[in-house]
């Protein structure tokens, strides 16, 4: 089946501690995103990549990092920087980021700080 | 920073009805309009896009666009109780942007029986 996979579907972390969420796509897609979701908010972009080797900071990219070594992933750390970082967090891709390209969910990850 | 701007809802209407749900954009040069609907605790899932001014028809969803007023709207004729979610209506960006979604707060709906 092609499709986005993100894992875990569950993190809880420490405060203090850097968690990495991954996402995995089977799409041959060339453009990968993430973003944020807090409750009752719309979705915040945090990073996305149009190409291997290259990536764009969204609009709230402070305190997390990201790599694009594979067509087919792009990991998300969540650094001790990010002040609040307990939110839904969704990967997302699209075939090439162009005009009409339209961008498909993977299933998120909820990460919460205890 | 672009915006995209949606009536905050609640929205409620019962079974049968149609369900409007509006978006209005900052930047009058965007060309492309994307609705997603969302379940409680799931991930957004595409429902339609468009392009082009006018409507846009598919099954029990229509889409309009008009440019002109940076207005785009979504009906859903109808309305069951399964379409209950809350709808994102996303702009995508032009120039340095391109490739870059701009998602408003979306407008929960709920469909009573």
């Known amino acids: 089946d092609g499709g986005i996979t993100q894992s875990p579907k569950y993190l809880f972390r420490k405060e203090g501690q850097n968690v990495t969420l991954s996402c995995e796509q089977n799409?041959?897609?060339?453009?990968m995103y993430w973003y944020r979701q807090d409750p009752g908010q719309g979705l915040r972009l945090i990073y996305y990549?149009?190409?291997?080797?290259?990536?764009q900071k969204g609009d709230i990219a402070e305190g997390y990092s990201v790599s694009r070594e594979k067509k087919e992933s792009f990991p998300l750390t969540v650094t001790s920087a990010q002040k609040n970082p307990t939110a839904f967090y969704l990967c997302?891709?699209?075939?090439?980021?162009?005009?009409?390209?339209?961008?498909?969910f993977g299933p998120g990850t909820r990460l919460t700080v205890l | 920073q672009k915006e995209v701007e949606q009536n905050s809802g609640p929205l409620s209407v019962p079974e049968g009805a149609i369900a409007s749900l509006n978006c209005t954009y900052s930047?009058?040069?965007?060309?492309?309009f994307f609705w997603y609907r969302q379940y409680s605790g799931k991930s957004p899932e595409l429902i339609m896009f468009?392009?082009?001014?006018g409507d846009k028809e598919d099954g029990r969803f229509t889409a309009q666009l008009n440019k002109a007023s940076q207005y785009v709207s979504l009906l859903i004729r109808d309305s069951q109780p399964s379409d209950s979610a809350t709808y994102l209506c996303?702009?995508?960006?032009?120039?340095?942007?391109?490739?870059?979604?701009?998602f408003g707060r979306g407008t929960q709906l709920t469909v009573w029986p």
């Open positions: 997302a891709s699209s075939i090439e980021g162009a005009s009409k390209d339209t961008q498909y």
């Open positions: 799409l041959n897609h060339d453009a």
């Open positions: 990549s149009q190409i291997v080797n290259d990536f």
């Open positions: 930047d009058r040069g965007s060309q492309s």
């Open positions: 468009i392009y082009s001014n």
């Open positions: 996303a702009v995508k960006g032009r120039g340095s942007t391109l490739g870059r979604l701009y």
